[in-house]
């Protein structure tokens, strides 16, 4: 049974099953979903816990297996908890999750915990996934978006007592505060949490956010590249010098814009020749975020000008690794400036 992140809470208020999986690569909302289980648990007798965390092709399964068959000798009811950094369980551990899973049925006296990381589509059409899911509640959990930031942050304070003005105002603030954290939301959660031992409940003036809030932001060349195709100037702006400043490889960055535009290339191709644009999407498996970027930009770019863009592309490739080029900064960043600011205000035509 897959049950959405927020309905966790209520949920658990209704019964506690025996069986849980947590999937995604933010940790702060994994080890929140996860500190509200074993919470649970524990309000229902659940105190002992054992953890194994599955490293390496050798590791023992029958070890995980045994100890949901044994019982200490102080308590009568157990949490197993099994981390899987990788995501992949190997052959023997995706028979043992099979096994586990359909032991959990009406178990209770062991509470399984399964913890992963985000899982691509593929994964969750495997056996061992199905038979977590089917046998127990699977929970996804995915990064907050950066437009659901301030609206996360708000939430936030409002659960320790505390808001931003109303208006334009605290939209600047809650702003101000997601620009600062962006990418990083554990701490995004220190931060506020900050704000409630530096200021009472009730409202909190920009001026006293930004005294207190530290520039905490990650940034990551993929997000940047949703940035520029989302036509977001200032943040592409924004998101380029902190990559520069975190010393980002400039090479990474260069494919992570340029594998775009030959996406956008492809597809301006297809749909020139006929292709509608929803069937040139899946043929160039774009998806997801990606998918209604680029549905939005497509219109707006002809065949033309994702040429020259190409061959801005090429120009860049070479600039990133030590060439020269006439009219283009010699500075690689400069030039990933210039490259993405052009892609970024055209696809930020209305």
């Known amino acids: 049974m897959q049950i959405a992140a927020p309905q966790l809470t209520a949920q658990l208020q209704r019964g506690l099953r025996s069986l849980y999986t947590l999937h995604g690569d933010e940790p702060l909302l994994v080890q929140e979903a996860a500190d509200a289980i074993r919470a649970a648990a524990r309000e229902q007798g659940y105190t002992e816990r054992t953890v194994h965390t599955v490293a390496?092709?050798?590791?023992?399964?029958g070890e995980v297996l045994a100890s949901g068959g044994s019982m200490s000798l102080f308590a009568d009811k157990q949490i197993i908890e099994i981390r899987i950094p990788s995501g992949k369980p190997g052959k023997d551990g995706s028979q043992a999750l099979q096994q586990i899973a359909q032991a959990a049925q009406d178990n209770d006296s062991t509470l399984t915990l399964v913890l992963l990381p985000r899982l691509d589509m593929a994964t969750q059409k495997g056996a061992w996934f199905a038979a977590l899911e089917n046998f127990g509640a699977t929970i996804k959990l995915d990064p907050v978006d950066r437009k659901a930031l301030p609206q996360w942050i708000a939430q936030r304070l409002q659960q320790q007592g505390q808001r931003v003005a109303s208006g334009e105002e605290g939209q600047r603030t809650l702003q101000f505060f997601a620009d600062r954290v962006e990418g990083n939301l554990l701490a995004a959660h220190q931060e506020i949490q900050k704000l409630a031992l530096l200021h009472p409940a009730g409202e909190l003036s920009f001026e006293q956010v930004e005294s207190a809030v530290l520039n905490v932001a990650r940034y990551d060349a993929f997000k940047l590249a949703e940035a520029v195709l989302g036509g977001q100037v200032q943040r592409v702006q924004r998101m380029l010098d902190g990559l520069q400043a975190e010393g980002e490889a400039p090479v990474l960055v260069h494919w992570a814009l340029s594998e775009d535009i030959r996406t956008l290339h492809r597809i301006r191709t297809?749909?020139?020749?006929?292709?509608?644009?929803?069937?040139?999407?899946r043929e160039n498996r774009v998806w997801g975020v990606k998918e209604k970027l680029m549905e939005r930009a497509l219109p707006l770019l002809s065949l033309a000008t994702l040429s020259r863009w190409l061959d801005d592309a090429h120009t860049v490739d070479g600039i990133v690794k030590g060439l020269k080029a006439p009219s283009w900064p010699a500075d690689p960043w400069q030039?990933?400036?210039?490259?993405?600011?052009?892609v970024s205000q055209a696809c930020s035509v209305r």
Do not use: N
């Open 270 to 281: 297809a749909m020139d020749a006929g292709r509608p644009l929803p069937m040139a999407l």
């Open 56 to 61: 390496g092709a050798h590791f023992d399964w």
């Open 335 to 342: 030039a990933l400036q210039q490259m993405a600011m052009k």
